[in-house]
């Protein structure tokens, strides 16, 4: 995986990491969300971030057995 320039993002509401340059936000994982007019990428405490990139989420780890 690399990262991608965010105009190339899934805006479908996906899980994704974005990455910021403000030193706050660094990598979160947020989906893109619409409400009343308003879109942004927002992590799962609802707040917005304005990322520069991101990647898909790798797959969770296998139980092992």
């Given amino acids: 995986m690399t990262w991608q320039p965010i ?3 899934p805006k479908d509401g ?3 990491l974005i990455a ?3 030193d706050a ?3 979160v994982i947020a989906r893109w969300f ?4 308003l879109a942004a ?5 609802a ?3 304005s990322p520069t990139h991101w990647m898909p989420l790798p797959n969770p780890p296998k ?3």
Avoid at 34 to 37: A, E, F
């Fill in 63 to 65: 139980e092992e057995k």
């Fill in 25 to 27: 936000d660094g990598v």
């Fill in 41 to 45: 990428f927002r992590d799962g405490d």
């Fill in 14 to 16: 996906t899980s994704i």
């Fill in 47 to 49: 707040d917005p971030h």
């Fill in 7 to 9: 105009e190339t993002a």
């Fill in 20 to 22: 910021t340059n403000a």
């Fill in 34 to 37: 619409k409400y009343n007019g």
